[in-house]
Structure formats: structure tokens, C-alpha cells
């Protein structure tokens, strides 16, 4: 038997040449439609990895701004805590100024003057009783022959007495007392006259010292009944907070 030569279509009447064209038209239209769809399922192939790319690089667009934006966030907030313990400082500042200033302007002072002199003949002393000519706040206190420092800090305290005596060396002694331990912090010694008509000579101290809260100050002449010149303006003893 004879074979028909491949993609030949057998020659058996006018139907059959019909039939061989029809399936060529369909073989040829199937393999145009697998190309078509081969080139659009390419397209969309690339186009997702064009829309992919686009949204990393969106991604990456969006952590950056959130980066610079909680980067700037906390600098701000940084510098919004520097700048308000700044003013923090500057407030604390200005208020110790105002307090000192107006503690400048009510800085505690007594003055006082001689109203007595009492001699002690056994200890071989003369001691001043005071009262207060002119005084501010309440830090301290005078009570007879003694002055009480209520607040404690640094003081200014200075005393002057007036000597009428031949003796040949008169002075007196500022003591300090404070649970029940007696310093001498202040001295002053003047060489006296021989003749009883010039026989005056006064003696001034001064000096600074902080002073605790409890401390209590005396005057006193080493010598039992020493004469002595109680006018304000020769004999006195004073105290001022610095």
C-alpha cells in the first residue's frame, strides 16, 4: 500500500479538502492565540516585577521619612528637655537671687549699749549688763549680760569699752559658749595712764566667725570691779549677719 507523503491532506472529493483546510485554519489560529497569550502572560510578568520594584522602592521612600521623622521627633524632644531644664536652672537662679537679695535687705543686727556693770569678786571678772539700741529680725536675742544667736551663719561682731583706771593694762574678752564649752574668740588689751586725771583709755575688736544656732556671747572685763565709762558712745557691743 502506498503512504501519503506528511501534512497532505488525502484527496477524496471536494468534503474532504474542506475538512483539511478547516483544521490547518484551526491548528494555525490555536498556535496564534498560545503565542498571544505566551506575549501578554510575559507582559504581566513584568509589569508585576515594574509594580514590585515601585513598592520597595516606596517602602524604603517611607522608613527613611519615618526615620528622619522620629530622628528629628527625638531631637526635638531632646532639645525641648535641655531647653526646659535650662529654664529650670534660670528660674532656681533668679529665685536664690531674690531670696538673697531680700535677705540682703533683712539681714538680722543688734546693737547694743551698757546699762550696768556687774563685778564677780570670786572669778576676778566685771561683766556688762546690755540692752538693745537699735536691732532688726529675729536671729538674735539679747538677755542680760549675754546675746543668744538663734540662726546660725556668718557674723560681723565688734565691741568697744570705755577704761577709767590707773591700772596699767585694762581689756576685755568676747566668749563664745555653745554646749557648755567656752572659746575666747575676741581680745582687746590697752596700756592704761598713771595719773588718775588722764586716766582714759578705750579698746575696740572686731572680727568675723560663723556662729551655730545655740551660741551665746558674753563681754567681759578680766577685772573685779573695774570702772568703767557706760555711755553709748564710749562702751557698747554689736552683732550683724553677713
Known amino acids: 500500500m502506498a503512504q501519503r507523503p506528511l501534512g497532505v491532506c488525502p484527496v ?20 496564534i492565540l498560545l503565542r498571544l497569550q505566551s506575549e501578554q502572560i510575559n507582559e504581566l510578568r513584568n509589569n508585576l516585577m515594574t509594580l514590585e520594584m515601585k513598592v520597595e522602592k516606596t517602602d524604603i521612600i517611607k522608613r527613611s521619612v519615618w526615620d528622619c521623622y522620629t530622628d528629628a521627633k527625638g531631637q526635638s524632644a531632646s532639645r525641648g528637655r535641655r531647653e526646659a531644664s535650662k529654664r529650670g536652672r534660670k528660674q532656681r537662679q533668679t529665685q536664690t537671687r531674690k531670696r538673697q537679695c531680700a535677705s540682703a535687705g533683712r539681714r538680722a543686727f543688734l546693737h547694743l549699749k551698757a546699762l550696768s556693770s556687774l563685778s564677780n569678786d570670786e572669778e576676778d571678772y566685771t561683766a556688762i549688763k546690755w540692752m538693745a539700741a537699735g536691732s532688726q529680725g529675729e536671729g538674735l536675742q539679747v538677755s542680760g549680760e549675754t546675746v543668744t544667736v538663734a ?9 568697744q569699752v570705755l577704761y577709767k583706771s590707773t591700772t596699767w593694762v585694762m581689756g576685755h574678752v568676747i566668749t563664745k559658749r555653745l554646749n557648755g564649752t567656752d572659746t575666747k ?3 582687746c588689751v590697752k596700756n592704761m595712764p598713771d595719773n588718775i586725771s588722764t586716766a582714759l583709755n578705750s579698746c575696740y575688736t572686731a572680727g568675723t566667725f560663723f556662729l551655730e544656732s545655740g551660741t551665746v556671747l558674753e563681754l567681759s572685763v578680766p577685772r573685779k570691779s573695774a570702772k568703767l565709762v557706760l555711755s553709748p558712745d564710749a562702751t557698747f557691743f554689736g552683732i550683724f549677719s553677713l
Open 151 to 159: 540662726t546660725e551663719g556668718p557674723y560681723f561682731i565688734y565691741s
Open 185 to 187: 574668740i575676741l581680745k
Open 12 to 31: 477524496s472529493g471536494a468534503t474532504s479538502v474542506i475538512l483539511c483546510a478547516v483544521s490547518l485554519t484551526t491548528v494555525c489560529i490555536c498556535f
